[in-house]
């Protein structure tokens, strides 16, 4: 079992930057495939990037492709969501998935473990 927690969200002006963190504070994610989903206000979630357990595969959506990178550090127990060229768009809360022994997952609900959130806000 784990549980995430999300840093890293804050407020930004359209064109910045962020990196969003994702933290076991109880377990290891080492075995773990990970994944970045966000939600804004009246809309459904939506997937934005996941990882696999050893960082050899991993997948971003359209949406953001070019834009934000998906990376792990098994050392330090930490996923992590670059986020680069922000857009007023990308305003969401940003919440970070866990499930064991698994390949690139893009659908949420296959996902065991879910952080708390971090609010992300791109001003224009």
């Known amino acids: 079992q784990v549980q995430l927690v999300e840093s890293g969200g804050g407020l930004v002006q359209a064109g910045g930057s962020l990196r969003l963190s994702c933290a076991a504070s109880?377990?290891?994610?080492?075995?773990?495939?990970m994944g970045w989903f966000r939600q804004a206000p009246g809309k459904e979630r939506e997937f934005v990037a996941a990882?696999?357990?050893?960082?050899?595969?991993?997948n971003v959506a359209d949406s953001v492709k070019g834009r934000f990178t998906i990376a792990r550090d098994n050392a330090k127990n930490t996923v992590y969501l670059q986020m680069n060229s922000l857009k007023p768009e990308d305003t969401a809360v940003y919440y970070c998935?866990?499930?064991?022994?698994?390949?690139?997952?893009?659908?949420?609900?296959?996902?065991?473990?879910w952080g708390q959130g971090t609010q992300v806000t791109v001003s224009s």
């Open positions: 998935a866990a499930k064991r022994f698994a390949d690139v997952i893009r659908i949420g609900t296959m996902f065991d473990y």
């Open positions: 109880v377990g290891s994610l080492s075995r773990y495939a």
């Open positions: 990882i696999t357990w050893n960082g050899g595969n991993l």
